[in-house]
């Protein structure tokens, strides 16, 4: 009777392809939290990186005020829209999200002078980070007898170290100029020998969970087609609109590297999976194209200050080389570390 009743209740319900009711649902919302929990990770640590620089530079004490007085339950806040927006996004969608990303990143990459780095990239996969974490749970746990425990260990996983960095994040923000000048709190000393490892540790963990992503998202498309027909006349558009997506956007983001210009390729980007997907795609993939659309708003929103930061100094190290060189530290907080070493030394 109860299981009957559920199921004509059900039915009057509006069908989403990614977004069942019942068990289904309550694996998207799972892997949509372990997708967000992965977003917060890696803004919260690129947070401490940028905060400790910025204190190591005179110039960016403003700055530096400008990250510590932010408001903590905005990350909370993030994590919630997050979390709806990886839940409600299609598996196709963010598929696409994520080989987009990868080429737009291998495409920087290749750009950048030898040994540069770019900080804006870990700020900008924010969203397509999030969309390969729920593409490969997706894929991986696809037919898995206990699927839902499954993602319930990786949710409280994924919510635990997310705790964990969160409390971090807010230790750095009031008490690390202080106990590094005591030297008596082993995170804050930690983090004063190792700070500078923080974008190689990102760099790393990015690199294996995009590769994972990417088969996962190529696994996710093809399997919708029926033969290799099908697939060729999906792929072929699709690598060519995504190939001059990402040289327009790289000629523009060298001449132009402004906020403006972030939110101008997020709609150029969008603009064309729209196009493309009005074509050869469903009629549920445009709606979750617009979903994707106000996800990554919201990444460039949340992360806008961060990401102004990290464009200035991107900018400084690739055209003023000679003008970051000859920084000088800074005069009110000196590093305990090397003052230590030089006592030491005499």
Request: charged letters at 15%.
């Amino acid at each position: 009777m109860l299981s009957s009743l559920y199921s004509y209740l059900v039915s009057w319900l509006p069908a989403f392809p990614s977004l069942a009711w019942g068990s289904d649902l309550v694996d998207s919302v799972l892997q949509g939290l372990v997708g967000a929990c992965a977003v917060s990770i890696l803004g919260s640590l690129m947070k401490i990186y940028i905060y400790i620089n910025c204190l190591n530079d005179p110039d960016r004490q403003k700055e530096k005020e400008i990250i510590r007085n932010q408001w903590p339950l905005l990350d909370h806040l993030h994590l919630l829209v997050l979390t709806g927006t990886f839940t409600v996004v299609g598996y196709r969608v963010a598929a696409l999200v994520v080989l987009e990303f990868s080429l737009r990143a291998i495409s920087t990459v290749l750009s950048l002078d030898k040994g540069a780095h770019s900080s804006q990239l870990y700020l900008l996969c924010q969203y397509s980070l999030g969309c390969g974490i729920s593409c490969s749970l997706s894929y991986l746990q696809e037919g898995a007898p206990h699927r839902t425990w499954n993602l319930l260990l990786s949710v409280g996983l994924a919510g635990l170290l997310t705790y964990y960095v969160w409390r971090l994040t807010r230790h750095i923000f009031t008490m690390y100029e202080l106990h590094c000048k005591e030297r008596y709190c082993g995170a804050c000393l930690f983090l004063l020998t190792t700070w500078h490892g923080i974008p190689r540790l990102l760099c790393n963990a990015l690199k294996v969970t995009f590769v994972v992503a990417d088969l996962a998202a190529v696994a996710l498309i093809n399997r919708d087609f029926l033969t290799t027909s099908e697939a060729i006349r999906f792929w072929t558009p699709l690598t060519i609109c995504y190939t001059l997506l990402v040289i327009y956007m790289q000629e523009e983001q060298r001449q132009n590297p402004t906020e403006q210009m972030a939110y101008q390729t997020v709609f150029v980007r969008m603009g064309g999976l729209l196009i493309l997907l009005m074509t050869v795609g469903r009629w549920m993939d445009i709606v979750n194209v617009l979903v994707s659309l106000v996800g990554e708003i919201w990444c460039l929103m949340r992360a806008g200050i961060i990401l102004d930061i990290c464009r200035k100094q991107d900018y400084s190290q690739r055209f003023l080389p000679s003008a970051s060189a000859s920084r000088k530290p800074s005069r009110h907080y000196k590093d305990p570390s090397k003052s230590h070493s030089a006592t030491a030394t005499s």
